[in-house]
């Protein structure tokens, strides 16, 4: 029986509006996690889906850009990268800062101590404050520095595109043969979120072949993305029993359980995608508007959240549950929004425009 999405159109798709509802749920869960939101809901874990779902999609662009061109171009890589992530992340730390300075905490703040860290995004091994969420930006800023280089430069078309997986598959394995080393360290097991991202690069490279996009497409019909959205959301339910589990086992027992479960709960991320970019109730959902609308500003929303929450906290000092996390994620919304609107799609633009004057500048250069 032939699947209604078919390897030739996940090619063609230039958008996959129900992972930007993906986004939408896993910003909200952070925020929630952050301002005492229900603990049934995992929110902690959101990180974790950011992670996968960054690797899967910069991994495809990069290789639809190689499929059109045959190579990639680092430098466009580098500065879209650079104007989608830097002038949200400084504005929004400066602000931080600012607000610690002036009510006299900034030496006092862990902020304060870890200033320099957050400059050059080593924020992993910062120890938390009112910007702390930024750690993930630390993770993902130094992997996309050596990504595309070991992935699309060592590993070009002319070479063999089976040394790219082959490469992606020795990181993952490194990413898990790391973390024990690193479980007395500060974050605990900081490696394991290399192999999220790596997990969600290694769906790209799959999907993108006609052959492992075979082996990918009995997820993509319509319903077996139901059956997997179900599954997911009671793997995801299910992460606390597993990582006591983990805790008390005798094969890992080393590694906090809490940290051995993320990698089972990347690949558990990883086998819902397909289900989401194929047509069916779960891609529905998530590609509705208000979805897409939070999912577009979702970057603002997980950066802006604890300044969302002070300003909630000076307003209303004595909230607490439902009070304090839903005005949080209302704040956080609208901040993102207006930082969406004046800041990051304006920067992201001036990006491409750069590009795109530097490329006919080299065209009319060449003309002559």
Same mark, same amino acid.
């Given at each position: 029986?032939?699947?209604?999405?078919?390897?030739?159109?996940?090619l063609?798709?230039?958008?996959?509006?129900?992972?930007?509802?993906?986004?939408a749920?896993?910003?909200?869960?952070?925020?929630?996690?952050?301002?005492?939101g229900?603990?049934?809901?995992?929110?902690?874990?959101?990180? %974790?889906? $950011?992670?996968? !779902?960054?690797?899967? *999609?910069?991994?495809? +662009?990069?290789?639809?850009?190689?499929? #059109?061109?045959? @190579?990639?171009?680092?430098r466009?890589?580098?500065r879209r990268?650079?104007?989608?992530?830097?002038?949200v992340?400084?504005l929004?730390?400066?602000?931080?800062?600012?607000?610690?300075?002036?009510?006299?905490?900034?030496?006092?703040?862990p902020?304060g101590?870890?200033?320099?860290?957050?400059?050059v995004?080593?924020?992993?091994?910062?120890?938390?404050?009112?910007?702390?969420q930024?750690?993930?930006?630390?993770?993902? %800023?130094? $992997?996309?520095l !050596?990504w595309?280089? *070991?992935?699309?430069v +060592?590993?070009?078309?002319?070479?063999? #595109?089976?040394? @790219?997986l082959?490469?992606?598959?020795?990181?993952?394995a490194?990413?898990l043969?790391?973390?024990?080393?690193t479980?007395?360290?500060?974050p605990?097991?900081?490696?394991?979120?290399?192999?999220?991202?790596?997990?969600?690069?290694l769906?790209?490279?799959?999907?993108?072949?006609?052959?492992?996009?075979?082996?990918?497409?009995?997820?993509?019909?319509p319903?077996?993305?139901?059956?997997?959205a179900?599954?997911?959301?009671?793997?995801?339910l299910?992460?606390?029993?597993?990582?006591?589990?983990?805790?008390k086992?005798?094969?890992?027992?080393?590694?906090?359980?809490?940290?051995?479960?993320?990698?089972l709960?990347?690949?558990?991320?990883?086998?819902?995608l397909?289900?989401?970019?194929?047509?069916?109730?779960?891609?529905?959902?998530?590609?509705?508007r208000p979805?897409?609308?939070?999912?577009?500003?979702?970057?603002?929303?997980?950066?802006?959240?604890?300044?969302?929450?002070?300003?909630?906290?000076?307003?209303?000092p004595?909230?607490a549950?439902?009070?304090?996390?839903?005005?949080?994620?209302i704040?956080?919304?609208?901040?993102?929004?207006?930082?969406?609107?004046?800041?990051?799609?304006?920067?992201?633009?001036?990006?491409?425009?750069?590009?795109?004057?530097?490329?006919?500048?080299?065209?009319?250069?060449?003309?002559?």
């Amino acid at each position: 029986m032939r699947t209604p999405f078919e390897h030739g159109e996940f090619l063609g798709l230039k958008r996959f509006p129900a992972l930007d509802g993906l986004r939408a749920v896993a910003a909200l869960m952070v925020v929630l996690f952050h301002s005492q939101g229900p603990d049934w809901l995992q929110g902690w874990l959101g990180v %974790q889906v $950011f992670f996968v !779902l960054s690797g899967f *999609l910069i991994t495809t +662009l990069l290789l639809r850009e190689e499929s #059109r061109k045959g @190579r990639i171009n680092l430098r466009e890589f580098y500065r879209r990268r650079a104007f989608r992530i830097l002038p949200v992340y400084f504005l929004v730390l400066v602000l931080t800062a600012a607000g610690l300075l002036v009510a006299g905490e900034f030496l006092r703040d862990p902020l304060g101590h870890d200033f320099p860290l957050y400059l050059v995004f080593f924020n992993e091994f910062g120890h938390g404050g009112p910007y702390g969420q930024s750690w993930s930006l630390g993770i993902e %800023q130094k $992997f996309y520095l !050596l990504w595309p280089l *070991l992935a699309f430069v +060592l590993c070009s078309p002319s070479l063999g #595109r089976s040394r @790219r997986l082959g490469v992606t598959l020795v990181l993952m394995a490194v990413a898990l043969a790391a973390a024990p080393f690193t479980v007395s360290a500060d974050p605990r097991g900081w490696p394991v979120h290399y192999f999220s991202v790596l997990v969600g690069c290694l769906l790209a490279i799959t999907m993108h072949s006609p052959r492992g996009y075979r082996l990918i497409r009995p997820l993509t019909r319509p319903w077996v993305t139901v059956v997997a959205a179900v599954l997911f959301v009671g793997a995801h339910l299910s992460v606390t029993a597993v990582s006591n589990a983990l805790d008390k086992s005798w094969l890992l027992p080393t590694i906090p359980g809490f940290v051995s479960v993320v990698p089972l709960y990347a690949v558990a991320v990883a086998l819902m995608l397909p289900a989401l970019l194929a047509p069916g109730p779960p891609q529905w959902l998530l590609s509705r508007r208000p979805m897409v609308f939070l999912g577009e500003r979702s970057y603002s929303i997980y950066l802006w959240q604890s300044i969302a929450q002070g300003v909630v906290i000076a307003i209303l000092p004595a909230s607490a549950g439902v009070g304090r996390w839903l005005p949080t994620a209302i704040v956080a919304v609208v901040l993102a929004d207006l930082c969406y609107r004046w800041l990051e799609r304006p920067m992201i633009r001036l990006g491409r425009t750069i590009g795109q004057r530097r490329q006919m500048a080299l065209d009319a250069a060449g003309g002559h």
